[in-house]
């Protein structure tokens, strides 16, 4: 009976969760729970399979192997109409029709439901208000991703999927999508979110879980997985010529040390004895030093530091 009840707690529960197209698989063998009132985090580069394992969440794919089950049921039980109303799903891309008003947007999302929150709440909750009559072709970017939320919001969802739901907006943008997903939160909601950005991250999640080539490579809170690290910050610094890893290595209190981007970057627990340890080797080597930043160690760290490459690349 405990077992029934831990997973009863749950808003998502997943067990060797593995789809495959042709030769590629793109999730091979995850395990992965969101508890309720959680917001989870899944972070990775495109084509790690952070969208395809959402999409089956979502019922949108169905899986090769392992088993799924979502707010403790199970997709293909007899039961997917009722599932899925109570779930609200963003995805990357929402094509809404340009020529309807926001009004009506929201309004005929509304309608596919037999229950749900009244239109102007999702509308106001949304900061929508001022545009409930513009047309969905004459708003902005970070408009229809506001818009594209409140039709996930509208039928008072209990799970939330929010697949990159903040690509390609401004930083204000963003922080309003934020809001939006925090007050969804206050009110009980539990989140699954996709993202690349660690501020958004770090922002929002409870947990997240670091996902790599259709396996998940790291998984706890944010504040620990870059505690993992064992340095708390970061000497980000370009010189004239580069210095060879294994001596910044040795640098004391450094952790590690790479090479991105034709900059070398140290990470320490002591700052303050490898900032001058590294000028010191500078000088005795006559190098000049171009720049140098110092910083507080991210979920980006991490993923490097697990994959060696950054969530942007491909």
Not at 246 to 269: C, Y
């Amino acid at each position: 009976m405990a077992g029934i009840d831990m997973v009863a707690d749950l808003a998502v529960h997943c067990v060797n969760l593995v789809k495959r197209y042709a030769d590629v698989t793109a999730v091979a063998g995850i395990d992965l729970d969101v508890r309720r009132g959680e917001c989870f985090g899944l972070l990775g580069p495109n084509g790690a399979g952070k969208t395809t394992t959402v999409e089956i969440l979502e019922g949108l794919t169905a899986a090769d192997g392992g088993t799924v089950e979502i707010l403790a049921s199970r997709w293909g039980a007899g039961r997917d109409r009722e599932l899925r109303e109570r779930l609200g799903v963003q995805l990357q891309e929402t094509q809404l029709a340009e020529k309807l008003t926001v009004l009506e947007t929201v309004r005929l999302f509304r309608s596919f439901y037999r229950r749900g929150r009244a239109v102007d709440q999702v509308i106001d909750l949304a900061g929508l208000v001022e545009k409930r009559q513009a047309r969905v072709g004459k708003l902005s970017g970070g408009q229809k991703q506001r818009l594209a939320l409140a039709c996930a919001l509208v039928s008072d969802p209990e799970l939330l999927f929010l697949d990159e739901p903040t690509t390609g907006l401004d930083p204000q943008a963003r922080r309003n999508v934020w809001e939006i997903v925090g007050e969804f939160r206050a009110g009980g909601g539990s989140v699954l979110l996709t993202t690349h950005y660690m501020e958004e991250a770090a922002r929002l999640c409870d947990r997240v879980a670091v996902m790599d080539h259709g396996r998940i490579i790291a998984l706890d809170t944010p504040d620990e997985l870059v505690a993992s690290l064992g340095a708390s910050q970061v000497v980000d610094f370009q010189a004239a010529a580069s210095l060879p890893t294994a001596e910044l290595s040795a640098l004391p209190g450094v952790q590690g040390a790479d090479t991105r981007n034709g900059r070398q970057l140290l990470h320490t627990d002591r700052i303050g004895e490898t900032l001058p340890a590294l000028l010191a080797l500078l000088g005795s080597r006559r190098i000049a030093l171009a720049d140098l930043q110092t910083r507080q160690a991210t979920l980006e760290d991490v993923f490097i530091h697990l994959t060696g490459r950054t969530l942007q690349d491909e």
